[in-house]
C-alpha cells in the first residue's frame, strides 16, 4: 500500500469498498487495467466469483423474500418490494441495468436462475451490497457498447410473450428512458411521429437501426442519406422532419 500514489491508493480502496474483493484481488485487476477503474470493474465482474454455502445460503433467503408465495418466480410485487429495499422507483432505468445484469427474460419477472446469476455476477448477496452498486449500474449507461447491449436487450426484456414487435406505447416509454441517459434530440419528435403517422408495432429491426440513426445521423440532418440502407419508417421519419420543418432540407 505504501508503494502506492495517493491517486492509485484512492482507486484501490475504491475498488474494495464497491466490490468486496480483497486487496490482493483488487491490485490485481487494477494493474491488469493499467489502473483504469470502469475497466478493472469489467475485468472483475466477468470473471465468475468463488461462492461459499454462507453465500448461497444468503442468495436463498434474499430470493425467498421476494418470491411470488403460488410460484417459483419474483413477480411484480416482488420486484415492488425489491425496489422498495433500495431505495429506488420501480421504473427507474436502473431496474433495466440490473435486469440486463440477470439476464432476464421478461420485465417484472425473475426466475431464480436469473436472480442468482445476476447477483453472483455482480458480487452480491445481500440488499446493501446491491445497494452500493446502483452508481456503478448507472455509469454502464455512459459507456457507448453498454449502452448499445442495454438498449438492445431492452427491446425482447419489455416486449409482450410470444409476441414479435413491441407495442408502440411501451416502445415510446422505453425510447423516452434510454434516450434520458443517452441524449437524442430528436426523441420527442420520433414519438409523435410514431403516434401522428404510425401507429402500429415496433419491429426489432426498426428498434435497432433507430439507435444507429440517432448515433450516427446529425440531428440536422446534414449526413443523412437519402439512398442508405435506413428502414422505410426511418425515412418517413425524416420527411416529416422536413414537412414540420423541425429541420430544413
Known sequence: MHKLSRSNRDKLQQFVAITGASEKNALQALKACDWQLEAAFDVFYSQPQPRSNGDMRRLEELYNRYKDPYSDMIMAEGISVLCSDLQVEPQDIVTLVLSWHMNAATACEFSKEEFFGGLQAL???????????????????KDEQKFHDIYNFAFGWAKEKGQKSLALDTAIGMWQL???????????????????????????????????????????LSNYDAEGAWPYLIDEFVEYLYDKSVVEK
Open 123 to 141: 458480487g452480491v448477496d445481500s440488499i446493501g451490497k446491491l445497494q452500493e452498486k446502483l452508481s456503478f449500474m448507472r455509469s454502464e449507461l
Open 178 to 220: 434510454l434516450f434520458a441517459e443517452r441524449e437524442w434530440p430528436l426523441v420527442n419528435h420520433w414519438c409523435d411521429f410514431l403516434q401522428d403517422r404510425h401507429n402500429k408495432a415496433i419491429s426489432k429491426d426498426t428498434w435497432a437501426q433507430l439507435l444507429e440513426f440517432a448515433r450516427t445521423v446529425d440531428p440536422a
